[in-house]
């Protein structure tokens, strides 16, 4: 298969429709308000529930119950809803898909460990944005799931393939198709409007030296997948753990102590996130 036969403009799989397209299309306008963004969530029930609970978790801490959409945006930030509403809406967009190769709920866990991590590593450097290394954690592996769905059957050639070798899968997936999921991933990033260093950082999470634009933001995201891996959080349907690149661990800056700590969040989070995302 060519890289356009997975990348299919027009197709449902690939782009947005209907309420889904209308909040995407808001959010990303950068010009929008906080009346403009509420009103764009609203257009979605579950997308709207899923904000709500959110913003009322102990994740944001708020000591009072957030009873409005509008006082959700107000008072979280206009930063921040984007990532959460964002999220919601990839999720439900691609729920109920016949994936073979992956179970949906572990594939989720672990892009939700990889965004948790990849945003505390954020917040470890003093990032000016960190929910937006988030969403690149969250989105990172999302190419995997367009590459499963093409394939269908096909699939387990793949696995197989993975297996006989005994390789990294994405490794198995370049000389089975001649690209991976992170080019289909950066492609359909490209397609829904996200933001260079975000289609960047879903590109070369598996090799960050190579960004030529965007390289700490990758390199988060390289380690938080590996890190992700290491602790058995969910998975995209890789069954060994990506080695981190030193250069790369030595650019973002990270301790070992800090590490533990950012680990030991992922645990607490990822339970709590799962429970409001993917119910």
Same mark, same amino acid.
């Given at each position: 298969?060519?890289?356009?036969?997975?990348?299919?403009?027009?197709?449902?799989?690939?782009?947005?429709?209907?309420?889904?397209?209308?909040?995407? /299309?808001?959010?990303?306008? %950068? +010009?929008?308000? #906080?009346?403009?963004?509420?009103?764009?969530?609203?257009?979605?029930?579950?997308?709207?529930?899923? +904000?709500?609970?959110?913003?009322?978790?102990?994740?944001?801490?708020?000591?009072? /119950?957030?009873?409005?959409?509008?006082?959700?945006?107000?008072?979280?930030?206009?930063?921040?809803?984007?990532?959460?509403?964002?999220?919601?809406?990839?999720?439900?967009?691609?729920?109920?898909? %016949?994936?073979?190769? #992956?179970?949906?709920?572990?594939?989720?866990?672990?892009?939700?460990? +990889?965004?948790?991590?990849?945003?505390?590593?954020?917040?470890?450097?003093?990032?000016?944005? #960190?929910?937006?290394?988030?969403?690149?954690?969250?989105?990172?592996?999302?190419?995997?799931?367009?590459?499963?769905?093409?394939?269908?059957?096909?699939?387990?050639?793949?696995?197989?393939?993975?297996?006989?070798?005994?390789?990294?899968?994405?490794?198995?997936?370049?000389?089975?198709?001649?690209?991976?999921?992170? +080019?289909?991933?950066?492609?359909?990033?490209?397609?829904?409007?996200?933001?260079?260093?975000?289609?960047?950082?879903?590109?070369?999470?598996?090799?960050? $030296?190579?960004?030529?634009?965007? %390289?700490?933001?990758?390199?988060?995201?390289?380690?938080?997948?590996?890190?992700?891996?290491?602790?058995?959080?969910?998975?995209?349907? /890789?069954?060994? #753990?990506?080695?981190?690149?030193? /250069?790369?661990?030595?650019?973002?800056? $990270?301790?070992?102590?800090?590490?533990?700590?950012?680990?030991?969040?992922?645990?607490?989070?990822?339970?709590?996130?799962?429970?409001?995302?993917?119910?």
């Amino acid at each position: 298969m060519r890289l356009e036969d997975f990348l299919q403009a027009d197709d449902a799989l690939c782009s947005f429709s209907g309420a889904f397209n209308a909040i995407v /299309e808001r959010i990303n306008d %950068p +010009t929008a308000s #906080v009346a403009d963004i509420t009103e764009a969530i609203e257009l979605d029930p579950t997308v709207a529930a899923k +904000t709500l609970r959110l913003a009322n978790s102990s994740l944001y801490g708020f000591p009072q /119950e957030i009873e409005t959409l509008h006082r959700a945006v107000a008072i979280i930030g206009l930063q921040q809803i984007r990532q959460i509403v964002l999220s919601t809406v990839v999720i439900e967009h691609f729920r109920g898909l %016949p994936v073979i190769g #992956v179970d949906m709920s572990s594939f989720w866990r672990h892009s939700l460990a +990889t965004a948790i991590i990849a945003r505390g590593i954020a917040r470890f450097r003093r990032e000016a944005n #960190v929910d937006r290394l988030y969403l690149f954690g969250l989105l990172h592996d999302i190419g995997r799931l367009i590459l499963f769905l093409r394939l269908g059957r096909d699939t387990e050639d793949l696995i197989n393939l993975r297996e006989r070798d005994g390789e990294l899968l994405f490794v198995t997936e370049q000389r089975f198709l001649g690209f991976d999921h992170t +080019t289909i991933g950066s492609g359909l990033l490209e397609q829904w409007g996200m933001t260079p260093a975000h289609v960047e950082a879903t590109r070369y999470h598996h090799d960050p $030296l190579a960004a030529p634009a965007f %390289p700490v933001e990758a390199g988060i995201v390289h380690v938080a997948d590996s890190l992700a891996n290491a602790l058995r959080l969910g998975s995209s349907g /890789e069954r060994m #753990v990506p080695p981190v690149r030193a /250069e790369a661990f030595e650019r973002i800056g $990270l301790e070992t102590a800090a590490c533990e700590d950012i680990a030991d969040t992922a645990r607490e989070q990822l339970d709590q996130l799962a429970r409001i995302l993917l119910d």
